[in-house]
Structure formats: structure tokens, C-alpha cells
């Protein structure tokens, strides 16, 4: 989901619009139909009015802009811009609540998943016990829990660790291994994550300009608007800009324009207002995949020990972690 996109969602449902009416005129026909269909609008407008539209729009190249920019506009146009948008109140604690996770690929993230045991050479391996033998001058064994996994560093081929016994590991009986090294590596190879939501007002201001008669900037905005409400549901509402609401503004000279066209230009503003839903990804965490505790050495009182967190390097102090703003 991320960070809703809404400037091109918005341009594109546009674009599609004016597409689809230059393919199809007769939706044209339709938009105007009140002018051929009311008896006062026929005797004064009519169909003609109607055939006036289409000609104008399909022997008009009308771009859209993103934002304005009045020294490199050319006429007819549409601009889209974005109003305030402002994250609702009453939603705004909805991240904090959120219990949606992501599991995320080490090769994905660029954070690889180290070995727990670093290959090595094992000592023997009984088929009948399924019992491989671990060298002497290997002393991280106790960071190792069954469900992990003995691997074929050259092949990839991995086999479940089913217990810990003494001067080695077990996996299951019978499995024939032909490997030459073998290391160890976690249970889960990926990382989990949380994904916090937070809810906006989003508004955009869509302008439809044309110089010269107004009456073109009132076709312009009847085609926009159209194409608008046509697709508000297929395009806006599918993507996530919900209970979104339409109103117009005034029909306008637009002085921006003042010092750069000669004729008059028109302005009419649509205002586009919708709910939208952004995400963002927390820190990924490492998985939990063993506790070790064991008595101090020389006498001592007390114990060594707590989580081992085995599915990434190792981690940092508690001090130091404290400080990730994640």
C-alpha cells in the first residue's frame, strides 16, 4: 500500500476519460443530453450545440499538467494540484493499534542471514541414528535448537535438526549425505515486520483552462467532470481514495495567464476530496529461535544468559538500540 499515489491516480483516470470519449463521441451526446432532450434547451441549443463540443474536442489537443506552470502551458489545458491534506484526528492513533506483519526476504532487504555454525567438516555420520558428529574446536553448539537446519553450503540441500546430543546433532534417520561441509542455519529465513496505517483528507484541485469563449473552458469541465464521476468508482474508490466528494467552483478569468496569451482565459476548478490510507514498514526484527541460560563459571552465584536472537548478525546493545527512531 505505502503512500497513496493520488496525483497520478487522478491524472490517469483523466487521461482514460478523454481517451475513451475521443474513441467514443457518443458519450458526448450523453453528457449534453439536456440540451437536445428539454424543449427550451432544444429550440436554443440543440443538437448542434452538441456537435459543437465534439468538434472542439476532438480537433483540440488538451494536456494535463501535474502542477501549473504558466510560462510553458499551452491552452486548452488541465492542472492537477494538491490542497491541504491533513491526517484525520480521529484516526491518527489507528498506527499505534495496527497488528498487520510483512515477512521480508534477507536477499530483498539487502540484510543476509548469517550461518549459526560456520561450515565445517563433520567428524562422522551415522545413517542408522542420523547422528553427524561435530569437531572438538566447535563451541557455538549451544546456539543451536532443534528445527534449525544443516545445510550443504555447495548445494543448498538442507535437513531438519532434530535434537542436540552429546558431539553433535541429529537429524532424520536413513537421509544419505554426501557432502564434504555442512554448516548450520536458522529455522526462519526471513524477517517479520510491522506495518502501521494512518488515515488523510486528501484534496486535489483539478483546473480545466481554455482562452478565448468560455463556452470552451464549460465543455473542458463537463468532459473532466464526466470522466470523473465515470471512473470514480473503478479507479479512485478501487484504489483506496474513499467517500471521495465532488463540488465545482465559479467559471473564471484566470489572470495567470495575463501576461503571457493574448485572449482572455477561462478557469474552472473541480475539487476532489477523499479518504486515503498510507503504511509505512517498521524495522524488520529478527526471529526468536532459542533461550540460553547457564550457571556463572568459578563458583559464581547467579546465572549467564536470556535471548538469542539467531536470524540476523549480531544484535547491539540495549543502550544502542534504544536510539533507532523505528
Known sequence: MGI???DIIIKNAIELGLEDMRKNPWLIDHMLEDLSQNTYFKNKYGQKQIEACKDWFLNNKIDIYMRHRKDKDQLPCITIAMAPNPEIESMKLMADQSTETIMLLPNKIGKPIPYIVRPFTPTSYDP?????????????LDTVAPGMVLVDPSTGNG???EEIVPNGIKIQAGVSIEATQLGIVPQYQYYTARIEHTFFQDTYQIGCHSHGEAQ???WLWSIVLYSILRYKESLLEAQGFTQST???SDLDINESWSSSVSEEVWSRFI???GIVENSWIKTPQRIIEKISLREKANNSKGFVGGIKILSNTTPDTIEQQSDKTW
Open 4 to 6: 497513496f499515489q493520488g
Open 159 to 161: 535437513y531438519v535438526i
Open 246 to 248: 465532488v463540488s465545482n
Open 128 to 140: 542408522n541414528s542420523g547422528e553427524v558428529g561435530i569437531p572438538s574446536d566447535i563451541t557455538d
Open 216 to 218: 470552451s473552458v464549460i
Open 271 to 273: 475539487t476532489l476530496s
